[in-house]
């Protein structure tokens, strides 16, 4: 065989096995149709057999996990707040053979997925107030308790419907119009100021027990010292007088002199006037040194 008819032949068995072959990779389904009608799925990756051409078609649904942001949507609370929300969805498809039949492409997904989110929301809002949207008190906040009611309600539709599986919903986004957020600030402010006040009460209560505890104290430690000072100071009157007494019995003379010039000390300073009687036992010094009273 001459080598030009060698390798028509070659290209023609690769033509036919391109077109009798595909492949399957671990990212995909694939959806086999003959004349647009589906006849098979296929889940595992690897090397797959068709009728070449026209008579079976291969389509391609994409087996991982999707993320997109829904457009911001207007809603009504339960106390009649309005809200502007934007969230996030992600999903992936789980029956692609109904994928296929019900939406085609992740495009047409993402459209329905969001009006399903969107909708759901309209719905679960109703049974929240805006205190449970924002609120200085974490406990008051309901977010995920949202978040998981719209999920587990749009799984459902989105699984028996479109074949899709929805992962996670979240809130992407809050706002609010003008009048809401005027009472956001007006009530977030009353909030702080409420709880500036009790911590500004319990501060004042501290420092009421704080000083009640140290006068307290200061009157504890006042009476002790008086209590010791007394001690002291009788304890110096009975050696005072022991001393007093000690020195009266030795020279009793040189005693009632030395007293008789300390009461003069203490009785007569500058500019000092004193009135007494001529007779009186004080004078006796001031008379005669020697202290005899003159009858």
């Known amino acids: 065989m001459k080598p030009v008819s060698i390798i028509g032949v070659a290209l023609v068995a690769v033509a036919t096995l391109y077109l009798v072959t595909f492949t399957v990779s671990e990212r995909e389904y694939v959806v086999v149709t003959q004349f647009g009608k589906p006849t098979r799925t296929i889940s595992a990756s690897g090397l797959n057999w068709k009728w070449p051409g026209f008579l079976e078609t291969v389509n391609r649904v994409d087996r991982r996990i999707h993320t997109f942001t829904t457009q911001p949507i207007q809603l009504l609370l339960g106390d009649k707040n309005p809200i502007v929300l934007t969230s996030?969805?992600?999903?992936?498809?789980?029956?692609?053979?109904?994928?296929?039949?019900?939406?085609?492409?992740?495009?047409?997904?993402?459209?329905?997925?969001?009006?399903?989110?969107?909708?759901?929301?309209?719905?679960?809002?109703?049974?929240?107030?805006?205190?449970?949207?924002?609120?200085?008190?974490?406990?008051?906040?309901?977010?995920?308790?949202?978040?998981?009611?719209?999920?587990?309600?749009?799984?459902?539709?989105?699984?028996?419907?479109?074949?899709?599986?929805?992962?996670?919903?979240?809130?992407?986004?809050?706002?609010?119009?003008?009048?809401?957020?005027?009472?956001?600030?007006?009530?977030?402010?009353?909030?702080?100021?409420?709880?500036?006040?009790?911590?500004?009460?319990e501060g004042r209560e501290q420092a009421t027990k704080i000083r009640a505890k140290a006068d307290r104290e200061v009157t504890e430690i006042l009476a002790e010292a008086y209590k010791k000072a007394q001690i002291l100071k009788g304890e110096g009157d009975q050696q005072a007088l022991k001393i007093y007494s000690a020195a009266y019995g030795k020279d009793r003379e040189f005693f009632e002199f030395t007293r008789s010039m300390e009461v003069y000390r203490d009785i007569l300073g500058e500019q000092s006037t004193l009135i007494l009687s001529t007779d009186t036992e004080l004078f006796r010094y001031l008379k005669d040194p020697l202290g005899n009273m003159k009858k």
């Open 88 to 201: 996030y969805v992600c999903w992936r498809v789980r029956d692609p053979l109904l994928f296929f039949q019900s939406l085609v492409n992740t495009e047409i997904a993402r459209q329905k997925l969001g009006d399903m989110v969107n909708s759901q929301l309209g719905s679960v809002l109703g049974d929240f107030s805006l205190a449970n949207i924002i609120n200085t008190a974490p406990e008051q906040v309901k977010l995920s308790a949202i978040e998981n009611r719209i999920l587990e309600d749009t799984n459902r539709k989105a699984q028996s419907k479109y074949g899709l599986e929805i992962i996670q919903v979240g809130i992407r986004r809050i706002a609010y119009p003008t009048i809401v957020a005027d009472a956001v600030y007006n009530r977030m402010r009353s909030e702080r100021e409420k709880e500036a006040m009790k911590y500004r009460a």
